[in-house]
Nanobody, 124 residues
Framework: VQLQAYGGGLVQAGGSLRLSCAASGRSFSGYSVGWFRQAPGKEREFVGAIRWSGGNTGYVDSVKGRFIISKDYAKNTVYLQMNSLKPEDTAVYYC??????????????????WGQGTQVTVSS
């Protein structure tokens, strides 16, 4: 599977953006899809993940209640809806696919395939 992440941009604090992660080559079936972000000078941080089959989701505490991960079977796409954005959400966002168990969702090494990043900038 190959991934393409898109939908980033510049938004004011309090605004919303929706990122997309589209799969090509094969479907997401059997995969978990994670979203990560990396701000300048910081390590890559887990944002959240979804299990394609079943739809279980999990999020880092800092985005709970603001970000929602969803999927579209027909489009073979996973979305990251980001609401109430804050300047500290500014980062390059990546999607990744793999077969981690739920307890390993937050570990980048659990994911075998990564999309290119998309920049999200939140202005204050």
């Amino acid at each position: 599977v190959q991934l393409q992440a898109y939908g980033g941009g510049l938004v004011q604090a309090g605004g919303s953006l929706r990122l997309s992660c589209a799969a090509s080559g094969r479907s997401f079936s059997g995969y978990s899809v994670g979203w990560f972000r990396q701000a300048p000078g910081k390590e890559r941080e887990f944002v959240g993940a979804i299990r394609w089959s079943g739809g279980n989701t999990g999020y880092v505490d800092s985005v709970k209640g603001r970000f929602i991960i969803s999927k579209d079977y027909a489009k073979n796409t996973v979305y990251l809806q980001m609401n109430s954005l804050k300047p500290e959400d500014t980062a390059v966002y990546y999607c990744a696919a793999g077969h981690p168990i739920i307890s390993s969702w937050s570990r980048p090494e659990s994911y075998a395939v990564w999309g290119q990043g998309t920049q999200v900038t939140v202005s204050s």
